[in-house]
């Protein structure tokens, strides 16, 4: 059975750092797409961060880029989202999501490009 579990979450003040972790079960990550999303009250969810199989190709939207950082450990298959300068909007329960695909370069941030999700884990940023 295809399992993940994300933890990390917490309430941070507006600057601060998170580090979310996605664990796997029944997927092995250097096989598989990664994706973080995220969803704030009575909104849509959001792609945040991808990896592709071969964890050679990231993908982050303008909302989030060069403050996130999603990486990986294939030993441990684990996937991790690294949050810094975090603001006020970032707030919102945050997934992650696979994806069996055979292109080692896929990275996509549509969700419905996503079979498995996680439970979510609950960021909240706030002075």
């Known amino acids: 059975q295809v399992q993940l579990v994300e933890s990390g979450g917490g309430l941070v003040q507006p600057g601060g750092s998170l580090r979310l972790s996605c664990a796997v079960s029944g997927l092995k990550v250097g096989f598989d797409v990664i994706g973080w999303f995220r969803q704030a009250p009575g909104q849509e969810r959001e792609g945040v961060s991808c990896?592709?199989?071969?964890?050679?190709?990231?993908n982050y939207p303008d909302s989030v880029k060069g403050r996130f950082t999603i990486s990986r450990d294939d030993a441990k298959n684990m996937v991790y989202l690294q949050m810094n300068s975090l603001k006020p909007e970032d707030t919102g329960v945050y997934y992650c999501?696979?994806?069996?695909?055979?292109?080692?370069?896929?990275?996509?941030?549509?969700?419905?490009?996503?079979?498995?999700w996680g439970q979510g884990t609950q960021v909240t940023v706030s002075s």
């Open positions: 999501a696979a994806d069996e695909d055979r292109n080692p370069f896929r990275c996509t941030l549509q969700q419905g490009d996503y079979n498995y």
């Open positions: 990896i592709s199989s071969s964890g050679t190709r990231v």
